[in-house]
């Protein structure tokens, strides 16, 4: 590792690491909810406030493209008490940055810088990101030459400005099917300000997530909690709330405990009222403590 990368790192781990002390809950992963989990019918510093109530330390935003809009919602997170810790990217399934059309991906850039700036303002230190979407007018070769370029040439060196990192997910895109794939994708970036965001229920199709964890280790930055269900001689399968699925969540703990991850567990759950947010924050507790949820 070079001088450059080095100073980046430390400069990027102090972007994204919980507060807390060894030893206590913090320090060993913190709860987070996706903010699409929660009443949309109530005012932001409601939904937030609802949430702390329910247990959890923090929120993750999704993209919002009004400035006024943006700043009504980083005072709904001072109001509430609730910080907002990532952002979920909004146009990179519909313009994929691995898009041979350069409008397409001119928006899918405008998109993402609009992330980046979100999360600056609202205290956030990570963006997660689709890279890529491999389809029939688009290799797999293809898929991961023109987005690497497009994430190393137009975005980090906002990323890299502003102090977020830029956390790619993997998901049913057809792309970044194993974890050595994953782990060798992020390491090409060569940038402290480019990590891994892993979705523990995504691999569960094709993997075993306590093996992707191992596999990615350090690169990790963020992580989804969601459950699967799967029925394979049936061609069946079913998204299921945190230890109703087939995931082996003690054995994923252990996996997260052995790689040091110490970083939030935002859940991705369908939404609900106050007594579901506070069944699902207790499961995490489990969770966190080594059980099934």
Same mark, same amino acid.
Do not use: C
């Given at each position: 590792?070079?001088?450059?990368?080095?100073?980046?790192?430390?400069?990027?781990?102090?972007?994204?690491?919980?507060?807390? +002390?060894?030893?206590?809950?913090?320090? #060993?992963?913190?709860?987070? *909810?996706?903010?699409?989990?929660?009443?949309?019918?109530?005012? &932001?510093?409601?939904?937030?406030?609802?949430?702390?109530?329910?247990?959890?330390?923090?929120?993750?935003?999704?993209?919002?493209?009004?400035?006024?809009? #943006?700043?009504?919602? =980083?005072?709904?997170?001072? +109001?509430?008490?609730?910080?907002?810790?990532? *952002?979920?990217?909004?146009?990179?399934?519909?313009?994929?940055?691995?898009? #041979?059309?350069?409008?397409?991906?001119?928006?899918?850039?405008?998109?993402?810088?609009?992330?980046?700036?979100? =999360?600056?303002?609202?205290? %956030?230190?990570?963006?997660?990101?689709?890279?890529?979407?491999?389809?029939?007018?688009?290799?797999?070769?293809?898929?991961?030459?023109?987005?690497?370029?497009?994430?190393?040439?137009?975005?980090?060196?906002?990323?890299?400005?502003?102090?977020?990192?830029? %956390?790619?997910?993997?998901?049913?895109?057809?792309?970044?099917?194993?974890?050595?794939?994953? %782990?060798?994708?992020?390491?090409?970036?060569?940038? %402290?300000?480019?990590?891994?965001?892993?979705?523990?229920?995504?691999?569960?199709? &094709?993997? &075993?997530?306590? @093996?992707?964890?191992?596999?990615?280790?350090?690169?990790?930055?963020?992580?989804?909690?969601?459950?699967?269900?799967? @029925?394979?001689?049936?061609?069946?399968?079913?998204?299921?709330?945190?230890?109703?699925?087939?995931?082996?969540?003690?054995?994923?703990?252990?996996?997260?405990?052995?790689?040091?991850?110490?970083?939030?567990?935002?859940?991705?759950?369908?939404?609900?009222?106050?007594? &579901?947010?506070?069944?699902?924050?207790?499961? *995490?507790?489990?969770?966190?403590?080594?059980?099934?949820?």
């Amino acid at each position: 590792m070079d001088r450059r990368v080095f100073l980046e790192s430390l400069l990027a781990a102090a972007a994204w690491a919980p507060l807390g +002390q060894p030893g206590s809950r913090a320090s #060993a992963g913190r709860k987070a *909810v996706l903010v699409s989990m929660l009443p949309q019918d109530l005012p &932001y510093a409601d939904r937030f406030a609802l949430a702390r109530k329910a247990g959890f330390d923090a929120v993750e935003m999704q993209t919002v493209a009004d400035g006024d809009h #943006a700043h009504e919602i =980083a005072d709904a997170s001072k +109001q509430a008490g609730l910080p907002i810790h990532s *952002v979920m990217n909004a146009d990179h399934w519909r313009f994929p940055l691995s898009s #041979a059309d350069r409008s397409v991906v001119d928006r899918s850039v405008t998109g993402m810088e609009t992330s980046l700036r979100n =999360a600056a303002l609202w205290g %956030a230190g990570t963006v997660l990101l689709v890279p890529a979407v491999v389809d029939p007018t688009t290799s797999y070769q293809d898929a991961w030459r023109r987005s690497q370029q497009v994430i190393r040439e137009r975005l980090l060196p906002l990323a890299t400005d502003l102090k977020v990192i830029i %956390a790619v997910e993997e998901v049913w895109n057809k792309f970044l099917l194993s974890p050595l794939e994953f %782990a060798r994708y992020v390491d090409e970036l060569d940038s %402290a300000w480019v990590k891994a965001y892993f979705d523990v229920g995504n691999v569960v199709f &094709y993997g &075993y997530p306590q @093996d992707w964890i191992r596999a990615l280790g350090p690169r990790i930055a963020k992580v989804h909690l969601k459950d699967f269900q799967l @029925d394979r001689p049936n061609g069946r399968f079913a998204w299921k709330n945190l230890g109703e699925g087939d995931i082996d969540w003690p054995a994923v703990w252990r996996a997260f405990e052995d790689v040091g991850y110490r970083g939030f567990f935002t859940t991705e759950l369908s939404s609900g009222d106050a007594a &579901y947010l506070k069944d699902l924050s207790s499961r *995490v507790d489990r969770f966190l403590a080594g059980q099934k949820p």
